[in-house]
Structures are given as structure tokens and as C-alpha cells.
């Protein structure tokens, strides 16, 4: 449940984060693709009425996860899913992070951070240790 | 809905009771936080004479939603309880920054809502909320709260990002998350 990942692309190597005072890890993102996370918690929604994201049927099931990394200070991103038959997760939300992207020396904005972290999501194998995750804690 | 502010000395005293015992029916019975409350009022250290409070109230006057402002240069909760949802930074101390807590929106009157963020207020008592923080001198907010907060700031269309990772306590996520007034 707990393994780092790893992506396979071409890497800047990650030194280690340093925290803004606006609270921000602000990253090239050459270097966010070198950030290996592992899995903290996955559950699912306990009050589905409160789930906003987009897409999710009002039936379906739909919950969270959320990942880490192992440095000091450490980058977390989490990020909403619904649960498709046969069992197949659907990432469902922006993700949600303490990360800036910068290039050029500036920042490039919540939005286009929010696109680069999407795609760097959609590279993971993530949904296993949502699967063993949820099995877990929602078992029996 | 009717949405007041004010601090304790402002708001009529049987309104202050009935935040306190909403308070108690959604953090200590509906979501089983361990807080301290006593003859169905929950309240600690960090109600105090000059805590500001946001409170709505349905048509019957019930309460429907709360939140609770605390200016970070005085105690407040994540800088004395919760300082290591901050990432290694040291919590910020200035009348700039206010703290968000014991945020709900639950209409009880409406059996079909369950949940912290259910009523259809929600989003309307945030922005409240942060408003009202930013009448107060606010330039930017802290709050501690579930994962499902950066939800709803996001549906009220605020800047919010984290300040750090979550840790999980009695089960459950919480966080600490910056907003931009």
C-alpha cells in the first residue's frame, strides 16, 4: 500500500523542498516529475451530497486520496476519484496541493500548477493503493 | 437564512447559547470529535471575549451554520494545538492573519442533510465568514479543518492552498489551509 512511486520520465533530481513563507513548495516542473510520493489515506465519501466534484454521478462511489512525500517539508497532494465497474478508478477533481510551479524565476499560477499536477497524477499507479486502501478500512 | 456577526459581548446571549449547543450537536454527536462540552454546549479556551463568531439562522431561527474567527496574534487554535499541521513552519502571529474554525453548515431542521458542509449555505456562510475576517483587517486566513473544507473553497471560488499535509486524527483527516481574503 505504501510504495513509492516512481515515474519513468526523464528527471530533474529533487533537492530538498524548501517552503515559501506564503506556505507554497514552489518547484520547476522538470522537478515536480522527480517527486516520489507515497499513499497516506484513501476513503471514501461519508456524505455524498457534499462531493462537488465534477462528473460524479450522484450514485456512484467517490472518495479521496491523498499522498505525501517523505522530505522535509514535505509535498502533499490529494485528489477526488469515483469507483467504476469492473473496479477502475476515475481521478474526479483538480488536485489539491501545497505546490507552485515556477518557470523563468516566476510563478505560473494556481491554474496552470493545478494542469501540470494533473498530468503528473495521471502518469501514477495510483489506484491499487486506493483499492487496498479502501478494502482496509472498509472491510467487515 | 439571517447571518449575524460579533463578538460574545455583541451577540444577544441566547444566541451565543445556541451556537454553542450547535456546536456540540454537529462536532461532538454527529461527528464524535473528542471535544470538551459540557450540558450540550461545547466551547474551550478560544471562545473568548473577543472571538468573532458568524452564525446563520434557518426561518425558524434555528442555528444553521457557524464559524468561529480568531486574529493569529492573539491564542489560536492550530498555533497552540495543532502546530505541526504547518510543515515546519512557525505559525503566524499578526492581526494580518485570522484563523478559521469550527466551521459547519448543517441545517438540522432538513432530515435529509448529513454531514459538516451539507446545507445549501454552505458556500454562502463561508464567504461570509471570510468577509468578515477581512472587515476585521484580514489579508489572508489559516483554518484547520477536514479535507472536505478545500472542497467548498474551491466551489466558493476562493484562492485556498494547503499549508501542509494532513495527518490523520481519530480516523479522519485534517489539515491546515491558507485562503486568501
Redesign the interface.
Known sequence: MNRPLISSRQQTPLAMPI?S????IRLLPSQLKAVRLIH??S?LD??P?????CGAMPTAITG?T?W?SHT?????I?W?WQMQTPVFFKRI??P???I?LKAAGSDIG?AKTAAWIEAYIDSLDWEKSVLDCIGLRYSG | MQITSGTTERLPEILFTRISNYRHKVFVEMLGWELRSRNEMELDQFDRPDTVYVVAQNEQGQVSGCARLLSTDRPYLLGEVFPQL????PPPSTPEVWELSRFAAVDFSNQA??????SPIAVGLLREAIDCAASHGAKRLITVSP??I???L??AGF?A??????M?IDGH?I?AC?IEA
Open positions: 517552503i513563507e506564503d506556505g507554497y497516506l489515506i476513503g461519508e456524505y451530497a457534499e462531493t462537488t466534484s479521496y491523498e505525501i522535509a517539508p514535505a509535498i502533499t490529494g477526488d477533481s483538480e489539491r496541493s501545497n507552485m494556481p | 504547518l510543515n515546519g513552519m442533510q448529513s454531514g459538516q458542509f451539507s479535507l472536505g478545500e472542497r467548498l474551491r466551489k484562492h492552498h494547503r499549508a501542509g499535509p494532513p490523520v483527516p489539515f491558507w
